[in-house]
T-cell receptor, first 116, second 111 residues
Framework: GAGVSQSPRYKVTKRGQDVALRCDPI?????LYWYRQALGQGPEFLTY????????KSGLPNDRFSAERPEGSISTLTIQRTEQRDSAMYRC??????????????FGPGTRLLVL | QKEVEQNSGPLSVPEGAIASLNCTYS??????FFWYRQYSGKSPELIMS????GDKEDGRFTAQLNKASQYVSLLIRDSQPSDSATYLC???????????FGTGTSLTVIP
């Protein structure tokens, strides 16, 4: 595709429910990143993949958060048993360089998650 | 200490003036540095990247990097109202491929 796409764009869920957020990176991009951005803050790193391999998940807040990229393209960020504090904008970015420092990241439009 | 620190502002400059945005980082081994612009309600978009000490110019934008002092700055010449946005500094650390973002500096260019 022309850019990074994410779905859904908005998600409202009740506390305790599971949610799955999808990211479709730019075609051919090797690296894929997940961030969480609170209002008035910069993006906070969660995890990233090179191809299908999750390289670093140290930014995931706790074990309710998980991510996968099974075929090295589309990725899903799953939050189990959502809590109100999970409410935020979740952003995905992709980069064409295989983990090399300096790879330019292109951001998707984000998924706004609201947990009631 | 945060990995990347920015003055949150807000910073206001008159149209046509130079806007100066600053950022400091804590990982001395960091190698890659980026400035992103984020309009309200939109996604971050890359403005400049810089990897070596000194200045890098691109149109009205100049990025400056000083690794010894661990700071990176962005100068915007001839500021325009359309430059009003939040500017995010991002650093690629040496220990992996994590990217750390600052909290952003809000810039308003007054016509």
């Amino acid at each position: 595709g022309a850019g990074v796409s994410q779905s859904p764009r908005y998600k409202v869920t009740k506390r305790g429910q599971d949610v799955a957020l999808r990211c479709d990176p730019i075609s051919g991009h090797v690296s894929l990143y997940w961030y969480r951005q609170a209002l008035g803050q910069g993006p906070e790193f969660l995890t990233y993949f090179n191809y299908e391999a999750q390289q670093d998940k140290s930014g995931l807040p706790n074990d309710r958060f998980s991510a996968e990229r099974p075929e090295g393209s589309i990725s899903t960020l799953t939050i189990q048993r959502t809590e109100q504090r999970d409410s935020a904008m979740y952003r995905c970015a992709s980069s064409e360089l295989r983990g090399a420092p300096g790879g330019t990241q292109y951001f998707g439009p984000g998924t706004r998650l609201l947990v009631l | 200490q945060k990995e990347v620190e920015q003055n949150s502002g807000p910073l206001s400059v008159p149209e046509g003036a130079i806007a100066s945005l600053n950022c400091t980082y804590s990982d001395r081994g960091s190698q890659s540095f980026f400035w992103y612009r984020q309009y309200s309600g939109k996604s971050p978009e890359l403005i400049m990247s810089i990897y070596s000490n000194g200045d890098k110019e691109d149109g009205r934008f100049t990025a400056q990097l000083n690794k010894a002092s661990q700071y990176v700055s962005l100068l915007i010449r001839d500021s325009q109202p359309s430059d009003s946005a939040t500017y995010l500094c991002a650093v690629n650390t040496n220990t992996g491929n994590q990217f750390y973002f600052g909290t952003g500096t809000s810039l308003t260019v007054i016509p």
